[in-house]
């Protein structure tokens, strides 16, 4: 069983920005393309950001290009997302998840294509 658990969330001010990680336990996360995605209340699950297993991929939702900035720690076994310039827009669960079998260069924003998943965090952004 693949355990991830995310972390850095919390109540944040418009403008500032947030670190959040991802780590692993059980199994090496360099193995694995990983995908962060975040659901506010009644609204859909949505493709943030994503990292090949090579980190040599690395892909953005349009909501955050440019703000945003994913990357990984396999000596900690970690997968982190950085965020700028927060907004009150940026306000949802996080999640991070894996997904094995794949190529060394893909990763992917699609959100059926990932098999584990951690428990989420959440971000609030409010002044």
């Known amino acids: 069983q693949l355990h991830l658990v995310e972390s850095g969330g919390g109540l944040m001010q418009p403008g500032g920005s947030l670190r959040l990680s991802c780590t692993a336990s059980?199994?090496?996360?360099?193995?694995?393309?990983v995908g962060w995605f975040r659901q506010a209340p009644g609204k859909e699950r949505e493709g943030v950001s994503c990292i090949s297993r090579s980190a040599k991929t690395l892909k953005y939702g349009d909501s955050v290009i440019g703000r945003a900035t994913v990357s990984r720690d396999n000596a900690r076994n970690t997968v982190s997302l950085e965020l700028s310039s927060v907004n009150p827009e940026d306000t949802a669960v996080y999640y991070c998840?894996?997904?094995?079998?794949?190529?060394?260069?893909?990763?992917?924003?699609?959100?059926?294509?990932?098999?584990?998943w951690g428990q989420g965090t959440q971000v609030t952004v409010s002044s």
């Open positions: 059980g199994f090496t996360i360099g193995d694995y393309a």
């Open positions: 998840a894996t997904e094995g079998d794949v190529i060394p260069d893909f990763c992917t924003l699609r959100f059926g294509h990932y098999d584990d």
